[in-house]
């Protein structure tokens, strides 16, 4: 691959993107939902509420630093909690302000830790994964329970806005089935990690051309070296092993479902905050089942920095669920600027933990 022609691409990608976002920006301008007043009052006006978004957005960053410190620990990649959290502070002020956020973020999250993980041990089974595949599945992890409970949460939170009669006639039945696939979605994804995986390990097995032991993982194989499908067949069935040592190993699994649970609800907590700075309070429920519906502004390049595309969507889904567009366009900008602002100065703050390392020496701090 000519890797010359990355620069050139990633240009391309964000000026496609900034484009997508001006022009969704004007479509909500001829649609009367782009009122940048309330935004501009809530700075002046609505400090408390600014700081209680800023709160629970620090609150959410140490929420995720330190599950995902757990998770690099119980899958045998270990590193310092400094690392982890600078990691994930570079991870995403980057990602905040690239197209394709959520993919920035993992990929510079893995490029980070790739190096600070400590080695795999030689006496260690060849059968597992090294380093690099650890930090790989725990990356994986981390995203699966993240999404998973905030997924299963905005589904039912969709099921009680519907057994409240707070949804208008004809939105009925597309809100039920939006929850329904986002509730059965979330669990699909919690259960994901913790189930185990026998089938799909025995077909990578064979696969690779491993004996019915080795395939069933109760003897060790060697590495293959040709062909290259039989190697990636090998490879899938080392990640496979590593999650069933994974498996083995994490007996406190309710740790991380009451950490991701914490962060499922302080990230729309940070935009509950962003609607009353802006004094146009919207429902903490429909905020709830909004979220999930909404991803998609975070998996797709739709907008530079957050703004456009998120706020387009955001405005045709909390329509959906009864709220009025225009509010929640207003607390989205607000709520965007706010997390845009704290999350570039977390990544200065994360560039720092990597370059300036103090060490005690002699007594003294250097």
Not at 182 to 188: A, D, M, R, T, V
């Amino acid at each position: 691959m000519n890797t010359s022609r990355k620069p050139e691409r990633l240009a391309l990608r964000i000026i496609a993107t900034t484009v997508i976002g001006i022009g969704s920006l004007w479509i909500l301008h001829r649609l009367g939902y782009l009122n940048l007043e309330p935004v501009g009052r809530a700075f002046h006006l609505g400090g408390l509420w600014i700081g209680l978004v800023v709160g629970s957005l620090l609150s959410l960053l140490v929420v995720g630093a330190v599950r995902f410190h757990r998770l690099t620990r119980a899958f045998g990649a270990p590193a310092p909690f400094r690392d982890v959290l600078a990691a994930n502070l570079i991870g995403q002020a980057v990602g905040q302000w690239l197209p394709g956020s959520l993919a920035m973020t993992e990929i510079l999250r893995f490029g980070v830790m790739a190096g600070r993980t400590e080695e795999k041990s030689p006496d260690a089974p060849t059968e597992a994964s090294g380093p690099k595949g650890r930090l790989g599945l725990a990356i994986l992890v981390d995203r699966l329970l993240g999404l998973g409970v905030m997924f299963a949460v905005g589904g039912l939170a969709g099921v009680f806005l519907l057994a409240r009669n707070k949804i208008d006639g004809g939105f009925v039945i597309a809100v039920l089935f939006l929850s329904a696939i986002s509730l059965i979605l979330g669990l699909i994804a919690l259960a994901a990690p913790f189930r185990p995986n026998r089938r799909l390990q025995r077909l990578a097995g064979r696969a690779a051309g491993m004996t019915p032991a080795a395939a069933c993982g109760n003897e060790i194989a060697p590495a293959p070296s040709q062909p290259i499908l039989r190697r990636a067949a090998w490879e899938i069935f080392r990640l496979l092993e590593t999650l069933k040592e994974f498996r083995a190993r994490e007996s406190r699994g309710t740790a991380l479902l009451l950490l991701s649970l914490a962060a499922a609800v302080l990230n729309p907590l940070t935009l509950y905050f962003a609607a009353q700075a802006a004094d146009f309070p919207l429902s903490f429920p429909i905020i709830l089942a909004a979220v999930p519906l909404t991803t998609a502004a975070v998996l797709l390049p739709t907008g530079i920095a957050g703004f456009g595309g998120p706020q387009l969507l955001a405005a045709g889904v909390f329509r959906l669920l009864g709220a009025d567009p225009g509010t929640a366009v207003a607390a989205c900008l607000l709520q965007n600027t706010i997390v845009l602002a704290v999350q570039t100065l977390g990544g200065a703050v994360g560039w720092a933990l990597l370059s300036k390392r103090p060490s005690f020496r002699l007594g003294r701090l250097k």
